[in-house]
């Protein structure tokens, strides 16, 4: 028995419009996306702290007092949020922390790591960075920096990325 296919076109209405003549120029879409961008950062950025409580409640929320699996993936879900919103507007030292939260978080996942203390001194880090926190010294930060390392190099857990140093504040 043979069998024939049968091809039916699909409308492309995206192509169709791209084809169709007016709209805006590329560089207009650009400038509006940013100013719409641009016009949500104070929202964004005053949502960070309560950002970085949710962190802090999920960690508490796991009543065997260890950061199981289950906490660990909420906790990764719940970062990667700060994360965007301190690389979208620029917040150099806090996107840094992220990351290395994040890394943390991803090697204790991978050594089955449960220990909360760890975990507990990254947030106390991002609480000292975050947009609106007060103001510490790039040598405060390195200094940070450099404790956080040291929390990775004790449990074992190799950075992901090499993290530019911070510029601001």
Not at 39 to 68: C, H, K, M, T, Y
Not at 87 to 93: A, K, N, V
Not at 125 to 130: D, K
Request: proline letters at 6%; aromatic letters at 4%; one cysteine or more.
């Amino acid at each position: 028995m043979g069998s024939s296919v049968k091809i039916t076109p699909v409308p492309n209405h995206l192509g169709r419009k791209l084809r169709k003549p007016g709209g805006i120029s590329k560089d207009m879409a650009v400038a509006e996306a940013s100013k719409n961008v641009e016009s949500l950062r104070d929202e964004f950025v005053a949502a960070i702290p309560g950002e970085i409580q949710a962190l802090e409640e999920i960690l508490s929320g796991d009543i065997r007092g260890v950061a199981g699996a289950i906490t660990l993936d909420a906790m990764l879900r719940r970062a990667g949020q700060i994360l965007t919103l301190s690389g979208t507007y620029g917040f150099d030292r806090l996107d840094v922390v992220v990351k290395r939260f994040c890394d943390l978080v991803m090697g204790m996942q991978e050594k089955n790591i449960e220990d909360i203390a760890p975990i507990k001194v990254h947030l106390r880090a991002m609480r000292l960075v975050y947009p609106g926190a007060p103001e510490i010294s790039d040598e405060e930060v390195a200094h940070v920096l450099e404790g956080l390392a040291r929390v990775h190099s004790h449990y074992g857990i190799l950075p992901r990325a090499q993290d530019p140093a911070p510029e601001e504040g």
